[in-house]
């Protein structure tokens, strides 16, 4: 029988992503014995993250700053614009160091089977950062699985007409491959490659 206490911190946790009942379970036990040491750097961490977190209102990213630190970064191409499905996405990106540009996190994929509508999705503030203008390339990176392709041509479909140049990362990528999961090196190939959407 297990505490109160250990019961809700399990059941807090086994809602993290990737994180189910038993490893919620493992993990609280693995704290409990820690809480000399671990356990006040996790409570450390996980105060400094609800304090100083914010959204970038520019491009969609979480930093502690914003515009967060890659928006406000003088020396970074203004004319290049990666669009991602999520922030984890950019992060991975980013660890790469190949892609120079900004940035732009849509906050998910186009899924009809979740409900998730273009206009649930960051699209609108992507095509007015477009129209501002300044801008000669978008890279469409999404995954590539079936919702991460059917969100890159809806963006494509919108842009059409716009005087930008729209390309989308060479599927070198797995088949299902989801960015966050991918070693660099692979990024890397798959950014240099990168492609003229077709229609
Ligand atoms: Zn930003």
């Not at 040491?37 to 970038?56: I, K, N």
């Not at 790469?96 to 273009?118: C, E, I, M, N």
Request: glycine share 10%; hydrophobic share 40%; net charge negative.
């Amino acid at each position: 029988m297990a505490s109160q206490e250990i019961d809700a911190l399990s059941a807090s946790l086994s809602r993290l992503p990737g994180l189910g009942p038993r490893s919620a379970r493992r993990a609280v036990l693995w704290l409990v014995k820690r809480r000399e040491t671990a356990l006040p750097q996790l409570l450390e961490a996980l105060a400094a993250v609800r304090d100083t977190l914010v959204e970038c209102a520019i491009c969609g990213n979480v930093d502690t700053q914003n515009p967060c630190g890659i928006c406000a970064d003088t020396r970074r191409d203004q004319r290049q614009i990666c669009v991602v499905e999520d922030v984890a996405d950019l992060w991975a990106l980013d660890r790469a160091r190949l892609f120079t540009g900004r940035y732009h996190v849509l906050g998910g994929k186009l899924s009809a089977l979740d409900g998730v509508r273009p206009e649930d999705l960051s699209i609108g503030a992507l095509l007015e950062r477009v129209q501002n203008g300044g801008i000669d390339e978008v890279v469409l990176a999404m995954n590539a699985t079936l919702e991460g392709q059917t969100t890159a041509h809806y963006i494509a479909e919108k842009m059409d007409g716009m005087p930008v140049r729209i390309t989308q990362l060479a599927h070198g990528l797995p088949v299902g491959g989801e960015l966050d999961y991918l070693d660099e090196g692979t990024l890397a190939q798959a950014l240099r490659a990168r492609r003229p959407m077709a229609g």
